[in-house]
């Protein structure tokens, strides 16, 4: 049984460039979590989705990030026009519901 | 004011010393997590708690829910377990979503 998988590791994108970061949940887990840790801060919330689902964006920024969980395949996290402030650590957690996580190893976004 | 604080902010210890790290929240929770963080690597979830005590081979967790505060103690301590170790909170009422303190950046040393 898979962990939380996330991809890519390492993603590197000029200014202007869109990112798309993306998680696959552990099996059964239909409650996924995006977390982003700029360098040298801890952790922010930034939105929560179940299957087809905004449940709580209240973390995104309001421009340039979206997210989704499509019924089928991974969640995606998309940055468009990308700023060097959005470097960052982009980590994602899936959960069964019941208040447990389960991380992935985070996508680590360089904008130069 | 954050909601949730740990202490300390860093911490060096020798090997098999006894570590305890501290978070304070001012929020009405439903439940506590301690995770870890490896630099450079990913997060490693130690413990949820909603009461009482856990324990996890020389992992220790603590809460008290009225006080408001959990402590994270490790026993005899070893180099490996040099991380940063984080305390994040899930608000009553916000869907489960997690609130984190800034982290403990242990170091632990021969």
């Known amino acids: 049984n898979a962990g939380v998988m996330q991809n890519p590791r390492h993603l590197v994108r000029r200014r202007g460039q869109e990112a798309r970061l993306r998680c696959s949940p552990m099996k059964g887990h239909s409650h996924v979590y995006w977390y982003r840790q700029l360098p040298e801060e801890g952790l922010k919330f930034m939105v929560y989705l179940q299957k087809e689902n905004i449940i709580d964006e209240s973390g995104m920024p309001k421009e340039r990030f979206s997210a989704e969980f499509p019924k089928e395949g991974p969640s995606i996290l998309r940055i468009q026009q990308v700023v060097r402030g959005d470097s960052a650590a982009y980590f994602c957690?899936?959960?069964?519901?019941?208040?447990?996580?389960?991380f992935g190893s985070g996508t680590r976004l360089t904008v130069v | 004011k954050n909601e949730v604080e740990q202490s300390p902010q860093n911490l060096t210890a020798q090997e098999g010393e006894f570590i305890t790290i501290n978070c304070s929240y001012s929020?009405?929770?439903?439940?506590l997590h301690w995770l870890q963080q490896h630099p450079g690597g990913g997060i490693v979830s130690l413990f949820m708690l909603s009461s009482g005590k856990k324990k996890h081979g020389r992992l220790i967790a603590t809460i008290n829910i009225q006080e408001k505060h959990s402590s994270l103690h490790i026993t005899a301590s070893h180099p490996r377990d040099s991380a940063v170790y984080i305390c994040a909170v899930v608000n009553t009422g916000t869907a489960s979503k997690l609130t984190f303190g800034t982290g403990t950046r242990l170091q632990v040393t021969l």
């Open positions: 929020v009405g929770i439903s439940a």
């Open positions: 957690a899936s959960s069964p519901g019941q208040g447990s996580y389960t």
